[in-house]
């Protein structure tokens, strides 16, 4: 395929993911990863880039995208007041540190290993969301202490291996500890922070193998970063439009669905 063709449609297919992926955002509240990274995948797949570091280039690109995009979040949030800056600062150092061994260890993985452990991840959040009740309760309060410092490394690392900010894992665990859901989703927020800055850091000295994405740094496609990133800001206000023009929760279970779906195929994809 020329260069310029492959360009085209790279774009276009960026274009609309980025869309997608911010209508989402908005409507729903869910984080832009969990959409983008099988999206990603399928698209760079479908464009002849499968190589054997594919699934770690998706990830990499997912969490470039949340350090803009939880950044303008924390911010928003912080002006309201929102965001708990206690619960924040006492789980950054564990996050952090998670979030860095997850570098190290996408770094190592094969391909299809990440896509079974996205499947089996991306299961297990489409569950929650489709399943899961606002009254579950595992305290009264967020864990600190040893709790805290065994929680935190693990949300951080399996949030990397997922390609995801702090909300699919840190707005459960809050909200299961207690935690009221607009402050849990404005302190997930700065999760994502703490996850994707160390993570793409990370990212950008891994060199990729095989056939290479045009413009790709380390394991960064910057296309597709600055596509999402622009078509995320234009479209996530029309989904919060919508959402405050009908229920959002059967729309919920229906992304729940999508999303169980799409773990499940991945599943399939990687045992094949």
């Not at 296309?223 to 029309?238: E, K, R, S, Y």
């Amino acid at each position: 395929m020329p260069e310029t063709m492959l360009l085209i449609q790279m774009t276009v297919f960026l274009l609309v993911i980025g869309a997608f992926a911010g209508v989402l955002a908005g409507l729903l509240g869910v984080g832009g990863g969990i959409v983008l990274v099988p999206a990603f995948f399928y698209s760079f797949q479908a464009l002849g880039f499968d190589g054997p570091q594919l699934m770690q280039m998706c990830l990499a690109t997912s969490l470039a995208t949340i350090v803009v995009t939880s950044l303008r979040s924390v911010l928003s949030h912080n002006k309201k007041g929102a965001v708990d800056w206690d619960i924040l600062r006492g789980w950054a150092p564990g996050i952090v540190i998670g979030a860095s061994l997850g570098v190290l260890m996408v770094a190592q993985l094969r391909s299809t290993t990440l896509q079974m452990v996205f499947g089996v991840l991306g299961l297990t959040i489409g569950l929650y969301l489709g399943f899961g009740r606002s009254e579950w309760r595992l305290g009264q309060q967020m864990p600190v202490g040893k709790l805290r410092a065994a929680m935190s490394p693990v949300l951080g690392f399996l949030s990397v291996l997922l390609g995801i900010g702090g909300g699919s894992f840190g707005v459960p665990v809050m909200t299961l500890y207690n935690t009221p859901m607009h402050r849990a989703v404005a302190t997930a927020a700065g999760f994502g922070m703490l996850i994707a800055v160390p993570a793409v850091i990370g990212f950008l000295f891994v060199p990729m193998q095989g056939t290479v994405p045009p413009y790709t740094l380390g394991l960064v496609n910057l296309p597709a970063f600055g596509i999402i990133i622009a078509m995320t800001l234009m479209t996530a206000p029309i989904g919060v439009k919508i959402a405050h023009m009908m229920d959002p929760k059967p729309l919920k279970r229906v992304f729940a669905v999508f999303l169980i779906l799409v773990a499940l195929n991945m599943l399939r994809k990687a045992l094949m």
